[in-house]
Every structure is written in structure tokens, then in C-alpha cells.
T-cell receptor, first 114, second 114 residues
Framework: DAGITQSPRHKVTETGTPVTLRCHQT?????MYWYRQDPGHGLRLIHY???????DKGEVSDGYSVSRSKTEDFLLTLESATSSQTSVYFC?????????????FGEGSWLTVV | GQSLEQPSEVTAVEGAIVQINCTYQ??????LSWYQQHDGGAPTFLSY????GLEETGRFSSFLSRSDSYGYLLLQELQMKDSASYFC???????????????FGQGTELSVKP
């Protein structure tokens, strides 16, 4: 157990409503990531954080914002959800900035926008 | 930027050996990682190559050649439970202002037949 939890795990929301997904870690890892996963596209990076209040955009950041006010929480917000944002969202955490063997994923959040 | 290419599907029989290739284009990175993901589950770490050459972990091995911008995951003595998606991934270099950014290939779906 890597000490990473996502909430909610499943959500159905209406187009145009705001949605916030939470990633919580108990490992004190510096790096945190939000990905979305869609058939045929693999895992695409939305935003990532390299410290409290330090975030940067990924490949598919349009329509998403993030916040990290404390080490353990990384929030992903869809300001006005659209059907194209229906997806599975994964959070990941990493201890350092370079290696590939210190990264752990949450169990995913299934979001449906109707 | 960074991009990674993998075959979308591979099929093999139980007991066989299968190789999943990953070619990449990147301005710089620390190493190549491999992840496994079963349907409905979270990606889990399999192997990591920080240096060129072969890394072996039980039935799984991974190889990296930076001069060829190429790596592969080798699965031996295939079992039905190895049916899953496999992703290669790289992390960017701080020098290129991508420190910590973790980018994935689109994934290879492996089907193991009896």
C-alpha cells in the first residue's frame, strides 16, 4: 500500500458543473501527478506538482486547474465539466524527480459527464 | 517535447516469450520505466533502466539503448495472468525544465492465449 487515495472513486455529473477530484498521500512525496486515461490514448499527463504551490501543465491541461496547498493533497478541478472530460483519472506520487522506480498510482477516479 | 511509440497490441501463447518495444523521441531523460495495468486497475511499476543494458527481475527483463532511442520489455514463460496493458514511460531532465514530468507511451495490450 503506497498510501495514496483518490476521492471520489466514481462520480456522475452534469455538463457545465464544477468537479473537484482529490488525491491524498501519506508518504510525504514531493511530486504528484494527475493523468487521464482514455481508450487508444494511454495515460496523458494533465498537471503535475513539484512542491507546495508549485505546479506545471502537462499534455492535456486545457479545461483543468490544480492546487496544492499542502504536501499531502493535490486537487484537480474541472471548472465547467464537458462530455469530453468523461474519463478515468489517476493520481500518482513520486519521491524524487528523476528515477522511474519510485512512482505509485492511486486506484483511479471514474468520472462521467452527462 | 517527448513522445514514445509502442505497438498497440501483441498476442502470444502461454509459456512463450514476448518482447514489447518502445521507441522514443525526447530532448533528454533520466531513464526508461515500464508499468503493467490490468483492466480496471491502477498502473504498477515493473522495471526501470537508468543505464543502457539489460535489467532482469524474475520473468521480466527490460532493455535500454540510448544511442538507438529504443527500449523493450521482455516477458518470459508467459502466464494467463500476464494479459494486461504495458506502458513505457520517461521522466524529463531538469535542464529542459521538465524535471519530474512523467510521460507515458500509449500502451501495448498483451493477450496471452492458452
Amino acid at each position: 500500500d503506497a498510501g495514496i487515495t483518490q476521492s471520489p472513486r466514481h462520480k456522475v455529473t452534469e455538463t457545465g458543473t464544477p468537479v473537484t477530484l482529490r488525491c491524498h498521500q501519506t508518504e510525504n512525496h514531493r511530486y504528484m501527478y494527475w493523468y487521464r486515461q482514455d481508450p487508444g490514448h494511454g495515460l496523458r499527463l494533465i498537471h503535475y506538482s513539484y512542491g507546495v504551490k508549485d505546479t506545471d501543465k502537462g499534455e492535456v491541461s486545457d479545461g483543468y486547474s490544480v492546487s496544492r496547498s499542502k504536501t499531502e493533497d493535490f486537487l484537480l478541478t474541472l471548472e465547467s465539466a464537458t462530455s469530453s472530460q468523461t474519463s478515468v483519472y489517476f493520481c500518482a506520487i513520486a519521491w524524487d524527480s528523476y528515477s522511474g522506480n519510485t512512482i505509485y498510482f492511486g486506484e483511479g477516479s471514474w468520472l462521467t459527464v452527462v | 517535447g517527448q513522445s514514445l511509440e509502442q505497438p498497440s497490441e501483441v498476442t502470444a501463447v502461454e509459456g512463450a516469450i514476448v518482447q514489447i518495444n518502445c521507441t522514443y523521441q525526447t530532448s533528454g531523460f533520466y531513464g526508461l520505466s515500464w508499468y503493467q495495468q490490468h483492466d480496471g486497475g491502477a498502473p504498477t511499476f515493473l522495471s526501470y533502466n537508468a543505464l543502457d543494458g539489460l535489467e532482469e527481475t524474475g520473468r521480466f527483463s527490460s532493455f535500454l539503448s540510448r544511442s538507438d532511442s529504443y527500449g523493450y520489455l521482455l516477458l518470459q514463460e508467459l502466464q494467463m495472468k500476464d494479459s494486461a496493458s504495458y506502458f513505457c514511460a520517461v521522466r524529463g531532465l531538469l535542464l529542459y525544465n521538465q524535471g519530474g514530468k512523467l510521460i507515458f507511451g500509449q500502451g501495448t495490450e498483451l493477450s496471452v492465449k492458452p
